[in-house]
């Protein structure tokens, strides 16, 4: 199923899914979530962008751009990116909102300005577009698990056991260890 994180969250809420994979919401009463782990934020370019020739693109060089926003369809990173900004002292020029992955690629590649997505988004990469990792110290957001508390289903607690295995024994295997603060590492409880 491919929904934004605020849909996600309603989905769990109303008990319409299980289990998600989304960001930590605001406003989620009876939802748990469990980290899994923190994805460094990348610009997305036009392939033939000046700023593409870069290994890593300068803050200051991204405050002269055209931003292609994602507020409406995911709050929380547009709150990692308002930090970033705020953080690196740039103001960024927003002209568009994408209301999706692919509308977003499909502005970048339109308008020639940039958007900030987390790392996974490479992976959905059109042609006509690239990803550059930023300059300097990167924002980062947190991709939890996400369930509904008051579900009992015996399904969803052996998942959850399960899941728990798996990020400790990555976790032990010291895979992120270097990346992760200490307190990111907790054991799902």
């Known amino acids: 199923m491919t929904k934004s994180s605020p849909e996600l969250a309603v989905g769990l809420m109303q008990g319409k899914i299980d289990v998600a ?3 930590r919401e605001t406003h989620t009463a009876g939802l748990a979530f469990r980290f899994l782990s923190k994805e460094p934020l990348i610009a997305i370019l036009p392939t033939r962008h000046r700023l593409a020739r870069h ?3 300068p803050p200051l060089d991204l405050a002269r ?4 926003s994602t507020a409406r369809a995911a709050p929380v990173l ?3 990116i308002d930090d970033y900004a705020a953080k690196t002292g740039i103001t960024l020029k927003q002209n568009y909102d994408a209301e999706t992955l692919s509308g ?3 502005l970048v590649a339109s308008t020639g300005g940039f958007t900030l997505l987390p790392l996974y988004a490479r992976n959905a990469l059109i042609p006509s577009v690239v990803a550059r990792p930023l300059r300097g110290e990167v924002p980062t957001i947190g991709l939890m698990m996400g369930y509904n508390k008051s579900n009992t289903s015996p399904l969803l607690k052996r ?3 399960r899941a728990n295995e798996l990020v400790n024994r990555v ?3 010291g ?3 270097r990346t992760l603060r200490r307190g990111d590492r907790k054991p799902f409880a």
Do not use: N, P
Not at 65 to 68: D, P
């Open 55 to 57: 290994r890593r693109v």
């Open 21 to 23: 994979l989304l960001r």
């Open 175 to 177: 895979a992120y260890s």
């Open 159 to 161: 998942f959850l056991l």
């Open 65 to 68: 751009e055209s931003f292609i």
């Open 78 to 80: 547009k709150s990692v």
């Open 104 to 106: 977003g690629m499909s």
């Open 171 to 173: 976790f032990q295997g």
